[in-house]
């Protein structure tokens, strides 16, 4: 029965960490939807109005010549060809325009579509990785390591994408076959807008994102766009560009006033200080560090608009390990043998090696619902509890006179007339 217990495998938990693995395709889809809906609806607008325009000139033009055909009947009749129609021309120079955007249009769709198609193959590979799970009847079974390797191997190009080895998780993702289960192409996107901000000094990149993702990032009240025109405006300024800074201010900047008004004054402020004032806040402003918080905002912002968590899954799953083997032994300084020489034990608990301790120190205790007492527990006068008949063979294995028994961890020896028996109630 025990085994059993402990082999139960619950499917659902597993799940906890899934969600952006599904979210993240939805995401890209919807936004493929919109730029769908939006290019259909801005050519549809403009395909309808130059139809209208067109129509009325031809059928204005076809009026005016009808009208005036028996004045000029005589004096077209002794020319070599007939004057040209302008309202015509225009209507077939309209009439080209208009194809020309509808292919345009076609072939932006069309794109789109191909985008969609792998999207929804990444979904139905997606959705079967996570379907395997209930297929799985025990923790004991091989299913189950198979699944965990897979899910292993995802966090880590997780991880490499994150800290920026685009290579190696491209690598690793091509070897074990896992591509549709990890998003290479939205990290590789983010890598690019990053290092043209924190590299590149360029705003160019970001600016061009934001206006992509302008309906999503108005919902959210982001700032980044506003970040990335005031680093417009000090740039500027940093040049000695003082009319191109202001023109610029009017344009994009003084319209904020609900939101920034406070730093719309420091903006105006920078007029009269230079590039290398050392008055706060504008010694901030002017300083490079700046673009490094904007590479930082914009990931936060990125992160945020297509669902994924601002932590590595890794780090998710570790912690969340390391929590549940987590007691307040582990990082006592009288844990064991390595960290005490008088101690008679020697800890076998991951979270007291030397690879994992420091990592587990800032997480939480686990939450024990359930209590593991020795036969027979008594109480040595420094406070620590453990079963008579251990304390006596490790007393007895390390050489004490009969009547002493010592602490296997602290290592303090006492006198067995002052350890108590303890009663649990």
Not at 325 to 341: I, V, W, Y
Request: net charge positive; aromatic share 6%; with cysteine.
């Amino acid at each position: 029965m025990a085994q059993s217990e402990t082999t139960k495998f619950n499917a659902e938990s597993h799940l906890l960490l899934e969600q952006p693995l599904l979210r993240l395709p939805y995401e890209l889809s919807r936004k493929n939807f919109k730029s769908a809906q939006r290019a259909f609806e801005r050519e549809k607008e403009f395909v309808l109005s130059s139809l209208k325009q067109t129509a009325n000139a031809s059928l204005s033009s076809s009026k005016t010549t009808s009208s005036s055909k028996n004045a000029t009947t005589s004096t077209t009749s002794n020319d070599a060809t007939p004057p040209a129609n302008p309202a015509a021309t225009q209507s077939l120079e309209a009439l080209d325009t208009m194809i020309t955007r509808m292919q345009n249009l076609k072939r932006k769709l069309t794109t789109l579509h191909d985008q969609e198609i792998a999207l929804q193959k990444q979904s139905r590979r997606r959705i079967q990785h996570l379907q395997d799970l209930y297929e799985i009847p025990s923790l004991a079974d091989v299913k189950y390591e198979e699944w965990s390797k897979v899910r292993l191997n995802r966090l880590l190009v997780d991880y490499l994408l994150r800290r920026g080895y685009m290579e190696s998780a491209q690598n690793l993702a091509k070897q074990k076959g896992i591509e549709d289960l990890v998003d290479l192409q939205v990290f590789e996107d983010c890598r690019l807008i990053e290092r043209s901000l924190r590299e590149g000094r360029s705003t160019v990149e970001a600016l061009a994102w934001c206006a992509d993702h302008k309906a999503l990032m108005k919902k959210t009240s982001s700032n980044l766009e506003f970040e990335l025109r005031l680093q417009q405006y000090i740039e500027l300024r940093r040049e000695g560009k003082v009319l191109e800074a202001r023109t610029h201010a009017q344009k994009h900047i003084a319209s904020h006033t609900d939101t920034h008004l406070e730093d719309i004054y420091h903006t105006a402020g920078l007029l009269i200080f230079p590039p290398d004032t050392q008055i706060e806040p504008y010694k901030s402003m002017y300083s490079p560090t700046r673009w490094d918080h904007l590479a930082t905002l914009f990931i936060q912002i990125h992160h945020s608009l297509f669902s994924l968590p601002p932590y590595p899954l890794l780090h998710s799953a570790l912690s969340a390990g390391l929590s549940a083997l987590k007691t307040p032994a582990c990082h006592s300084k009288l844990a064991s043998s390595s960290s005490n020489a008088r101690s008679t034990t020697t800890s076998i608990c991951p979270i007291c090696s030397t690879e994992l301790n420091e990592l587990a120190r800032s997480l939480p205790y686990a939450h024990h619902t359930k209590s593991y007492v020795e036969n027979d527990p008594v109480v040595l006068p420094n406070g620590r509890i453990y079963g008579r008949e251990r304390l006596l063979a490790m007393s007895k294995k390390v050489g004490l006179e009969v009547g002493r028994v010592r602490d296997p961890t602290t290592g303090e020896d006492f006198e067995m007339g002052k350890v108590r028996k303890v009663y649990i109630s």
